[in-house]
Each structure stands twice: as structure tokens, then as C-alpha cells.
T-cell receptor, first 116, second 112 residues
Framework: GAVVSQHPSWVICKSGTSVKIECRSL??????MFWYRQFPKQSLMLMAT?????????EQGVEKDKFLINHASLTLSTLTVTSAHPEDSSFYIC????????????FGPGTRLTVT | GEDVEQSLFLSVREGDSSVINCTYT??????LYWYKQEPGAGLQLLTY?????DMKQDQRLTVLLNKKDKHLSLRIADTQTGDSAIYFC????????????FGAGTRLAVHP
């Protein structure tokens, strides 16, 4: 149980285009989803937290107009990187938690984004 | 502020025990976690401990928490080559959404 999937697992896009990454909870209802970014050989940095049906809460320094997060259902959250640039290339990982259980987050396998 | 620190690298012989250490700064941490990440993959939750506990054991894994010193350790007994990975320590800090703060990760290399 508690499986989280991400799609795509990797994507290459041209500078200036937008890319959408999906995060799905497969066997539970995720009222809260988290989006992280991981640079090579570094730790995970929380970008934003989203609750189903609400606007996302972004961490300091994360541009909300560049990283659009939508959490429209209890099993799906999307992260859209708008007008991507090479410096946005990174590994993006989502995690999901059930209502009242944010102490137990389940992580997706990650999406590697390369912007050329 | 919120900060989690770990040593970056640990090398052990197969069959020995591995001990990975972590220190954190936020005294209001509620839960502390150990995650495992294999190359190119997401994070696998190994175990977690509530802040009012001082030890938790789960098969080959033993977590020790010294709340006074804000020190957390993960002991892996009988380390195998399949245990080679990066291990992240994380603390959950109180807040609107109980966010996780991760350490930089400890790369564990297991050699024959």
C-alpha cells in the first residue's frame, strides 16, 4: 500500500517551454502533497505544500508564478514549470500524505527534468 | 533555525554494522526520519521515531534518539551490498503543514 507515482519519469524540453509533472497517490487519498527539488549530490529542498482544493503554500525563495501547483483531486497534484530555463534542470520529487497523517509522507520515484 | 547535519560518506565491510549519525537543531521536532535513496530513484521511508521515544528497533534497523543532544543515529546490523545507497535523516518541524527538513545525506558504501 501507500504507493505514489510520478509521470513522466524523465523529460527533456527546450528553453522557454513549459513542462507539467504529475504526482498521483495510487491507493490512498492524499489530502496533502509536497513538492521537492533535488540537485545532483544534494539534499531535498521543499518547494511547496498543497492541500486538495486549496492554493499551494510556497517556501521562501520559490517563484509561485514559475512553479504552478494544482491539487485538484485527492489523488492528483501537478507541478508545471513555466518558461523553463537550463537552471530549472533538476530532479523533482513529490510526496503525499493522508488527512491527519502528514507525519507519514510517501514519496514518488521522482522526475528528472533537463532543459536544453 | 532549522538545520539537519549528517556526515557525507561511510564505508563498511559486508556483514559489519553501519552507524549513520545525524544532528538537528529544532527542539520542537515531533518526528525524526530515516529515508533511503538508491541511484535515480525516489525516497524510501525506512523508519521514523516520535520525539518522546529514545529507541526504536525494526528488524536490522535500530534508531537511537538523544533528545538532549539533538542527536539521531541509524544502526544497520549485518550490512549487505544491497544496503549501499544514500541515507537521509529528516526532522518534521511544527507548522501549518508539518514540513520535513532533510540533511544532506550519507552515502553508504558496502564492500566485500
Amino acid at each position: 500500500g501507500a504507493v505514489v507515482s510520478q509521470h513522466p519519469s524523465w523529460v527533456i524540453c527546450k528553453s522557454g517551454t513549459s513542462v507539467k509533472i504529475e504526482c498521483r497517490s495510487l491507493d490512498f487519498q492524499a489530502t496533502t502533497m509536497f513538492w521537492y527539488r533535488q540537485f545532483p549530490k544534494q539534499s531535498l529542498m521543499l518547494m511547496a505544500t498543497s492541500n486538495e482544493g486549496s492554493k499551494a503554500t510556497y517556501e521562501q525563495g520559490v517563484e509561485k508564478d514559475k512553479f504552478l501547483i494544482n491539487h485538484a483531486s485527492l489523488t492528483l497534484s501537478t507541478l508545471t514549470v513555466t518558461s523553463a530555463h537550463p537552471e530549472d534542470s533538476s530532479f523533482y520529487i513529490c510526496s503525499a500524505a493522508e488527512r491527519g497523517a502528514t507525519y507519514e509522507q510517501y514519496f514518488g520515484p521522482g522526475t528528472r527534468l533537463t532543459v536544453t | 533555525g532549522e538545520d539537519v547535519e549528517q556526515s557525507l560518506f561511510l564505508s563498511v565491510r559486508e556483514g559489519d554494522s553501519s552507524v549513520i549519525n545525524c544532528t538537528y537543531t529544532d527542539s520542537s521536532s515531533t518526528y525524526l526520519y530515516w529515508y533511503k535513496q538508491e541511484p535515480g530513484a525516489g525516497l524510501q521511508l525506512l523508519t521514523y521515531i516520535f520525539s518522546n521515544m529514545d529507541m526504536k528497533q525494526d528488524q536490522r534497523l535500530t534508531v537511537l534518539l538523544n533528545k538532549k543532544d539533538k542527536h539521531l543515529s541509524l544502526r544497520i546490523a549485518d550490512t549487505q551490498t544491497g544496503d549501499s545507497a544514500i541515507y537521509f535523516c529528516a526532522e518534521m518541524v511544527r507548522g501549518g503543514y508539518n514540513k520535513l527538513i532533510f540533511g544532506a545525506g550519507t552515502r553508504l558504501a558496502v564492500h566485500p
